[in-house]
């Protein structure tokens, strides 16, 4: 969907109901009440008025009063309720004229209303209470980190039954091996070779060191936190395999740190010896930068190897734990305050000098809820909420399903064709059984098969159940999910709300281009017309029409003044003075200009006539020649044309509400508009 477009005609609700009525409209005697005691007010399923007998209930009433009068200007005056009811009804009219063209069967603006349907749908379709749920949990856990080891045995996501409990079982074998005494380092090790473990493992013992929230798939991060100091897990199954994790230490959030820093690189092939040489050229540095007898931003310059922060004074980008070489990380944290320096620290990369610049702690809740809910959003764990939200719509519309339908249907395709990707519906030999009801629909084989046709990719990542299943279960929820949407309407208020709001705002736009906007552009005979009965609206003030000339130097200046003074024109001069190769030029600016429009117009005596050189700052100069003073005049179309097409949508929209006033009559119902009004405190 075209996202201008959406913002575009989101906004034509309120542009079209907001717009000043200053179009000479007559407001109806009914909607002008005259004072009379207050009375209770209406229920919101009341009736306030009708357009050609189509109701306005109090409760659509309020909600946009409420809407578009922002800055508290929704005061429930009679006044402001009385104004806003005039706009409301121009806007209901409109509508109405929308509906009876049939505008919204244009399948364009019907497809344009399902995009944006969709789009608001998705906000709806989750476990708001689970949502807010993450969202808090992973809050609380970034203010902690972690320092974890694990051990893997290796296992894909759609490994076979089999399989799968295989290395279960083999994780378990790891954990209770732990439990005797065995050494964790040793264990991690071999699972990386015996067991396609993490390769890592070989190198650090299963050390994954310190990290926090976010930064590691979800089942393994709460594992981690839900650990005491030196306790593990049971098996724990990610897209991985299965892992064993133990919970080194803990320790308050260090929060963000911003670092500069100076780099003297390894070469790629080092010897111990280079790497101790160039670690005596950063000893060196750093006692000339202890010393006062180098300058941090000149050090960077003179020796940093990093190419992406010498230009930016060795500056890093913001980061946290987690984030950069554990060495580095380590020494930067370890700095106690703004513009302190670190000894040289070794890095896989080379030698590091850090400076300090800034240290923020974890922000209030409040401050980062926002950004919180977007990553949650983007994280695995929003898996977590979507599966609570199709249990839900499982739940409350008695989902049932035929197990043996689906053994039996997952039997009769081949292996070969499911893993190809080039299955076709009719290939399929089975009967339309089937597979589940859902709010008493049932959902068929057939539905399923062409699903499969429609979706099933070239695979061999998984057998073909553990295909089938993924397929499935991936259709199952999202019959699921476009269920609970297709209930939005009558389940939810405010969605309904938005939805008829964005589609009468699809129509109103599509209505008003037609009759005013565009036909005020496209109308060159009417808008013609209009300029001629009103262009006296359109004036010039007294204007000087001047030829203004700019001069390289004071030769020119003389000369071109000079036969500026014998009658010749601009045009003129310049062909005469600007002699080809030459650098002494003059320039001519022609125009008609009102005092204000041009400095250099507004200083001169407002006279026919020469005015006096004047040099100008850059040693060039300047002058005027006022050819005569244009008394006020009508502009032209061409010049008041924008002027002239804000007045003339202006003037087709006061006759197109007072057509649309007598094709569809309003009656307001009075007792129940009063009974809104607030007394004035």
Not at 80 to 97: A, H, I, M, Q
Not at 189 to 200: C, H, L, V
Not at 632 to 644: C, H, I, N, S, V
Request: charged letters at 30%; hydrophobic letters at 35%; glycine letters at 6%.
């Amino acid at each position: 969907m075209n996202t201008t477009n959406m913002i575009r005609k989101s906004v034509a609700v309120l542009l079209t109901i907001s717009a000043v009525t200053a179009y000479g409209q007559t407001k109806p005697a009914a909607t002008k009440a005259a004072p009379a005691p207050a009375v209770k007010k209406a229920e919101k399923s009341a009736i306030i008025f009708t357009v050609d007998k189509q109701p306005v209930t109090v409760g659509e009433f309020e909600y946009v009063y409420t809407k578009n009068n922002i800055n508290n200007q929704a005061d429930y005056s009679e006044k402001s309720l009385t104004d806003y009811l005039t706009l409301y009804e121009n806007f209901r009219l409109k509508v109405r004229e929308a509906e009876a063209l049939k505008l919204d069967t244009i399948s364009s603006l019907k497809g344009e209303l399902e995009g944006y349907r969709k789009q608001l749908a998705k906000s709806y379709l989750t476990d708001k209470e689970i949502t807010d749920r993450l969202i808090q949990e992973a809050y609380d856990r970034s203010k902690q980190e972690v320092n974890v080891s694990h051990i893997l045995v290796g296992c894909e996501e759609g490994a076979n039954p089999a399989d799968t409990l295989a290395a279960y079982n083999k994780a378990l074998d790891y954990r209770a091996r732990l439990l005797k005494g065995e050494d964790f380092a040793k264990l991690a090790k071999e699972s990386a070779e015996k067991e396609k473990g993490d390769p890592s493992a070989k190198d650090n013992g299963g050390s994954i060191g310190w990290f926090t929230v976010f930064q590691t798939v979800y089942p393994f991060e709460s594992a981690a936190y839900t650990l005491k100091p030196n306790e593990i897990s049971g098996p724990v199954r990610t897209q991985f395999g299965y892992h064993i994790v133990k919970l080194n230490k803990t320790r308050p959030a260090q929060g963000e740190i911003h670092v500069a820093h100076i780099l003297l690189k390894f070469g790629e092939k080092a010897t111990d010896a280079e790497k101790a040489k160039l670690k005596t050229k950063a000893d060196s540095i750093y006692n000339a930068l202890l010393a006062g007898k180098a300058k941090w931003d000149d050090a960077v310059s003179a020796f940093s190897e990093d190419r992406t922060s010498k230009n930016k004074k060795g500056e890093l980008q913001w980061f946290g734990v987690g984030r950069m070489m554990p060495e580095f990380e380590e020494a930067a944290y370890a700095l106690k305050k703004d513009g302190e320096i670190s000894k040289p620290v070794k890095t896989a990369y080379g030698w590091h000098i850090i400076k300090r610049l800034e240290l923020r702690a974890i922000p209030p809740f409040a401050e980062v809820k926002a950004d919180f809910k977007k990553k949650v959003e983007r994280d695995s764990r929003s898996s977590v909420a979507k599966t609570k939200l199709i249990e839900r719509i499982k739940r409350d519309n008695r989902f049932s399903e035929s197990l043996v339908t689906k053994r039996q249907f997952f039997d009769a395709i081949d292996t070969n064709v499911i893993r190809s990707g080039n299955l076709k519906s009719d290939s399929i030999k089975f009967g339309d059984e089937t597979l589940f009801f859902l709010a008493n629909k049932p959902y068929k084989t057939k539905d399923f098969a062409e699903y499969l046709q429609r979706n099933a990719k070239h695979r061999n990542d998984k057998n073909r159940d553990g295909l089938l299943a993924e397929y499935y279960d991936n259709w199952v929820n999202q019959k699921c999910l476009d269920y609970e949407e297709s209930m939005l309407d009558k389940k939810k208020p405010e969605f309904a709300s938005l939805m008829k709001e964005y589609r009468d705002g699809i129509l109103l736009f599509e209505l008003t281009d037609r009759q005013v906007w565009g036909k005020a552009t496209k109308d060159t005979t009417g808008l013609q017309a209009f300029y001629e009965g009103n262009k006296t609206k359109y004036m010039w003030k007294e204007r000087a029409d001047v030829e203004i000339f700019n001069c390289s130097d004071k030769k020119i200046a003389d000369d071109a003044y000079a036969l500026a003074k014998a009658g010749k024109s601009g045009e003129e001069i310049q062909k005469e003075l600007n002699k080809e190769g030459s650098t002494s030029k003059v320039s001519v600016i022609s125009g008609k200009y009102e005092k204000g429009q041009y400095d250099v117009v507004d200083k001169t005596t407002w006279k026919k006539g020469l005015e006096p050189i004047n040099k100008l700052n850059d040693s060039s100069y300047q002058f005027v020649l006022v050819k005569d003073i244009v008394k006020p005049e009508p502009k032209t179309l061409k010049e008041a044309k924008g002027y002239a097409v804000s007045d003339y949508q202006e003037y087709l929209e006061k006759n197109w509400l007072a057509e649309l006033r007598q094709k569809y009559p309003i009656e307001v119902d009075q007792a129940v508009f009063r009974s809104l009004i607030k007394p004035k405190k």
